[in-house]
């Protein structure tokens, strides 16, 4: 029998999560245990998976990466550049058979030969065209056509996002399973728990309502992958725990002389080329970029007293933790037990940059979980740190994914890295 399979990723599929829904089994199968990879974010742990190597390998430290010759920090670029290092499904692909990818990040470029990933069009007056790039050109208007409706980036993303986006991309991945030219191995991405986990923690009735709409989708794609003939791999990328407070790294650093800004209209912006060190914050981790090496453990020093940080990892922890490459700050930071670290230097709302208030993802030098909600005056959205319950990007115990597959495994994966080594193999026709 010809080896097909269908990948889903699903956001913040956190093992102790499901166990404490009693949400384990899932169409006569258990859901199981694993460490993801750290930092636990969705680049990082995606670009893992389809490596199957560390970030110190592949590249992505982060959702956001700082260009130290451009001197700008950069989220959520799409370029599957990006990630270096061979594919899991390379040699799988060579041998003739076709493969999707449907929003997943960094996939633009990327060596497939379907693919989906949201595309908006900017306009230079202000305002959004929704698009979705697509590969074949048509394929995005041919599953709209099917299915009935467009992708909704609102849905995605922002104080709107609900799981009505994971909803249509189940619907996309169900309909091209089942169409005249399906793919062998198709990979696609559900955020349905990620927005409600993170605004109002694991333990909100809302965020049960999350786990409901996201099985009910798992079970749509499991049961046309059935009928496909399609295996089916579900695993998570990190587990989201409670949190009550936000950590100010810049706050710290612009306080102490080491993060310079410039003021324009009042607003004070980064000032990225004269600060001695900075920030880059992404959930519960944070990189520190230090210009010079003199300042390191200054730095280091400051930061370690500060609380809410719980560890900075210099270069031989970084290493270590299978983090280190040329993209990585000098320092990690790792939030403490209920903490997250927050982008803001500024302690004034009046010297917020004009960005603070809006979405932004790829300007703002951190992520911004604010977005998530509406903001004052209308038409922005928070700036209230206290808003968000929920956050991620640290490993260990009580922070395992969790992981169901149809096709026969020789072990249980210990890791995230090891399941991806064991599909790798399966795909090649070898015993996984």
């Keep these: ?124 007056g202000g305002g959004m065209i929704d698009a979705v790039y697509s590969q074949p050109a048509g394929l995005y208007d041919d599953i709209c056509r099917r299915i009935g409706s467009k992708f909704r980036l609102l849905n995605y993303w922002g104080p709107l996002a609900s799981s009505a986006a994971s909803r249509w991309i189940t619907l996309a991945t169900a309909d091209l399973l089942q169409s005249a030219d399906p793919p062998d191995l198709c990979l696609t991405y559900l955020p349905a728990l990620d927005y409600d986990l993170q605004r109002y923690g694991p333990a909100h009735p809302r965020s049960a309502k999350a ?23 579900i695993f998570g990328d990190y587990a989201i725990g409670p949190t009550r407070c936000a950590v100010y790294p810049n706050r710290i650093l612009l306080d102490n002389h080491f993060l310079a800004t410039r003021t324009v209209h009042d607003m004070a912006y980064p000032d990225f080329p ?18 010079n090496p003199s300042d390191i453990p200054l730095v280091r020093d400051l930061l370690s007293d500060q609380p809410g940080i719980a560890s900075v990892l210099a270069r031989e922890d970084i290493d270590a933790a299978g983090l280190y490459n040329a993209r990585s ?57 206290d808003r968000i319950r929920g956050s991620h990007g640290r490993v260990g115990t009580g922070r ?21 080594t064991m599909t790798r193999n399966w795909l090649k026709g070898e015993s996984a």
């Design 1 to 124: 029998m010809p080896r097909k399979l269908v990948i889903i990723q699903a956001a913040a599929l956190g093992y102790d999560f499901l166990r404490q829904s009693n949400a384990l089994d899932f169409g006569g199968r258990n859901f199981r245990p694993m460490d993801t990879v750290f930092p636990a974010v969705t680049c990082t742990v995606q670009a893992s998976f389809r490596s199957a190597t560390h970030p110190a390998k592949h590249g992505m430290i982060a959702n956001g990466l700082y260009d130290r010759a451009l001197c700008r920090p950069m989220f959520w670029e799409q370029s599957s550049a990006l990630v270096a290092g061979e594919r899991i499904w390379d040699c799988y692909r060579a041998g003739g058979k076709r493969v999707a990818m449907l929003f997943w990040q960094q996939s633009l470029g990327e060596s497939v030969d379907m693919l989906l990933s949201p595309a908006p069009i900017h306009k230079h």
């Design 211 to 233: 786990l409901k709409d996201l099985l009910e989708q798992l079970h749509k794609i499991d049961d046309a992958a059935r009928r496909t003939g399609h295996d089916v791999l």
């Design 274 to 291: 004269a600060s001695r060190a900075f920030a880059i914050a992404d959930h519960e981790v944070a990189h520190v970029y230090i210009r």
């Design 329 to 385: 700050g000098e320092l990690v930071l790792i939030a403490g037990d209920e903490a997250w670290f927050a982008y803001p230097w500024w302690h004034s709302r009046d010297e917020a940059p004009d960005y603070a208030g809006h979405v932004d993802i790829h300007n703002k030098p951190g992520y911004d979980p604010c977005e998530l909600f509406l903001g004052w005056p209308p038409g922005t959205v928070s700036q209230n740190t």
């Design 400 to 420: 395992e994914i969790a992981w169901s597959a149809t096709f026969p495994l020789s072990r249980e994966p210990a890791s995230l890295i090891e399941l991806a």
